[in-house]
């Protein structure tokens, strides 16, 4: 077994503390990495505090991992000592179900293993990456660029791929009247993305301060969502709103933005359940999706295209002792626009 360290919540709702534990052993398959970044996921808040599922505790969060490759197994072939690597929300799936061949390991029929709050294949608790190390098959292990800055780059495993991969699904680009709802840690990078695929963006926050940080992402026009007057200005204007808000909120006042066969893509996982008018989606022919992050290849493509492009998440860099702070103040909104943790601080 591994040594390592890191920070965990020993039970609901307890605030994160050190914690020794140990890792698994370097398998024949097998990447360590260790980890120099990881970003603070809204995520991780929820399932500290078991808003989607009863949690596996104690429990290291973290699934937006960044780092250097320290060991590999004998029968490792894309990694080496040295590599630079990243690890984002899952460390497993079955391989062979219709999902996993078609790339979608996330989705993985028999069930994907969470970098955290979850179990492994060998019964083992998996453990993110609010610690040190960590030991993750190659197969769920990418590539990161040189080019990219390495603490920018950690939320792409998340925020950027949770984004990214709507955007791809829907062929989102030149021609394309794209709303992003929400500035935080999601909606900074679908801005990001959106911008570099060609489309017009247009921000829609319930906060007018926010509206200049958003033309600095690149987005062509900020609406005040709160203003009606502003809102009727965007009647029948979009053909895509991409929903990034994590906190409960309601969408009906979006829905009529939306043009003939408009997409409402929901990325943000709000806790309670929306209620929409069947009425309101009829008109117009408009429907309603949801997106998660992506699969393993779309992941590393999209990583390639950030390095490509020089995109990395606009970020906060934290002590590891803040992350309590960093969790508060997530939940305030008060952060521009993604914690990183610096693991060195561990």
């Given amino acids: 077994m591994i040594k390592s360290r890191g920070y965990a919540a020993q039970d609901v709702n307890k605030k994160l503390a050190p914690w020794d534990f140990e890792r698994r052993s370097l398998g024949e398959k097998d990447v360590q990495i260790q980890i120099w970044y990881c970003g603070v996921c809204h995520s991780d808040l929820h399932q500290v505090r078991n808003d989607w599922a009863p949690g596996v505790f104690p429990m290291v969060p973290g699934h937006e991992i960044v780092g250097k490759v320290v060991g590999v197994g004998d029968e490792v072939s894309r990694f080496k ?30 069930g994907a293993v969470q970098t955290y709050n979850s ?22 292990v990418l590539h990161i660029s040189e080019k990219l800055n390495l ?15 709507p955007l791809r699904k829907w062929h989102v680009g030149k021609g394309h009247k794209l709303a ?13 993305f959106g911008v570099a695929l060609g489309a017009e963006v247009t921000v829609l926050s319930t906060s007018p301060n926010k509206e200049v940080a958003a033309k600095e992402l690149g987005a062509h026009h900020f609406i005040v969502s709160k203003d009606k007057e502003q809102m009727q200005s965007v009647f029948r204007s ?22 003939t066969n408009g997409v409402y893509i929901n990325v943000g996982l709000p806790v309670t359940p929306w209620q929409i008018s069947s009425f309101a989606l009829a008109w117009g ?24 492009n020089n995109i990395t998440a606009d970020i906060e860099l934290i002590a590891i002792q803040d992350i309590n702070k960093a969790f508060e103040r997530m939940e305030k909104g008060d952060v521009r626009y993604r914690f990183v943790i610096d693991i060195a601080t561990l």
């Fill in 81 to 110: 000592a040295g590599d630079l690597a990243g690890v984002g929300t899952i460390v497993d799936a079955c391989g062979h179900c219709e999902d996993c061949e078609n790339g979608h390991e996330q989705t993985c029929h028999e």
């Fill in 151 to 165: 603490a920018g780059a950690a939320p792409l495993l998340c925020a950027g791929v949770t984004t990214w991969s």
């Fill in 285 to 308: 022919d408009k429907a309603i999706t949801g997106s998660g992050v992506g699969g393993l290849k779309e992941t590393q493509d999209m990583l390639d295209f950030c390095a490509e």
């Fill in 238 to 259: 979009f053909d895509f709103i991409l929903d990034t808000v994590a906190n409960d909120h309601d969408i009906n006042p979006y829905i009529p933005a939306l043009r």
């Fill in 180 to 192: 992003v709802v929400g500035l935080g840690g999601l909606g900074h990078m679908a801005v990001k």
């Fill in 119 to 140: 179990k492994g294949r060998d019964g083992l608790v998996t453990y993110g990456g609010y610690s040190d190390t960590i030991v993750v098959k190659e197969e769920f």
